[in-house]
């Protein structure tokens, strides 16, 4: 039986010399892929009391809607500002060149309800943390982040300290 990793396709030199570029592209692709992806991110939640599903545009859509739909959950889309048409709540985070800010319509989390957020990956965790703060902002708590993959070398999990941070595959570098 094929591991997750063997669906993953391995880029050197992308986008710039000396950086192996991890395509997951390639397990969305393979029907085999897909389904062990999304079912190896959904075991990371089997004792996890959790009443809301949050995904991060656009990965985080992919494979949080199907655990959200296997789980019968919600599904609450984190999205770039600007995308979501009723009243919303946003929080700014720096990137490596620039800022960006996401932003959730203002009444999808409930107080008090547990929340876990999914996406295909962790680098800088950057985004990840923006989402948090999203979530607690509208008084969620996050039980849970949920990665298909993690680059370790980018210290990410470090920055979400606190927090229970699960990912499928982890690879040592940048």
Same mark, same amino acid.
């Given at each position: 039986?094929?591991?997750?990793?063997?669906?993953?396709?391995?880029i050197p030199d992308f986008p710039e010399p000396g950086v192996i570029?991890?395509?997951?592209?390639?397990?969305?692709?393979?029907?085999?892929?897909?389904?062990?992806?999304?079912?190896?991110?959904?075991?990371?939640?089997?004792?996890i009391d959790v009443d809301v599903i949050a995904g991060t545009e656009?990965?985080?859509?992919?494979?949080?809607?199907?655990?959200?739909?296997?789980?019968?959950?919600?599904?609450?889309?984190?999205?770039?500002?600007?995308?979501?048409?009723?009243?919303?709540?946003?929080?700014?985070?720096?990137?490596?060149? @620039?800022?960006?800010?996401?932003?959730?319509? $203002?009444?999808?989390?409930?107080? +008090?309800?547990? &929340? /876990?957020? =999914?996406?295909? !990956?962790?680098?800088? @965790?950057?985004?990840?943390?923006?989402?948090? $703060?999203?979530?607690?902002?509208? +008084?969620?708590? &996050? /039980?849970? =982040?949920?990665? !298909?993959?993690?680059?370790?070398?980018?210290?990410?999990?470090?920055?979400?300290?606190?927090?229970?941070?699960?990912?499928?595959?982890?690879?040592?570098?940048?």
């Open positions: 039986m094929k591991k997750i990793e063997d669906y993953v396709l391995s570029f991890r395509d997951i592209t390639s397990v969305l692709q393979d029907a085999d892929g897909l389904q062990l992806a999304i079912d190896s991110m959904q075991d990371c939640l089997k004792d656009s990965r985080g859509f992919i494979f949080g809607v199907p655990i959200a739909y296997n789980l019968h959950k919600p599904f609450v889309p984190i999205r770039k500002k600007g995308k979501l048409p009723r009243e919303t709540v946003s929080v700014s985070y720096d990137l490596e060149y @620039g800022s960006a800010e996401i932003e959730m319509h $203002k009444d999808s989390i409930k107080p +008090g309800q547990k &929340v /876990v957020i =999914v996406d295909d !990956l962790i680098a800088t @965790g950057g985004t990840i943390e923006a989402a948090i $703060k999203l979530v607690e902002q509208l +008084g969620g708590e &996050v /039980v849970k =982040v949920v990665f !298909l993959m993690e680059l370790a070398g980018l210290k990410g999990r470090e920055r979400l300290n606190g927090y229970d941070v699960a990912s499928v595959i982890c690879y040592d570098g940048k």
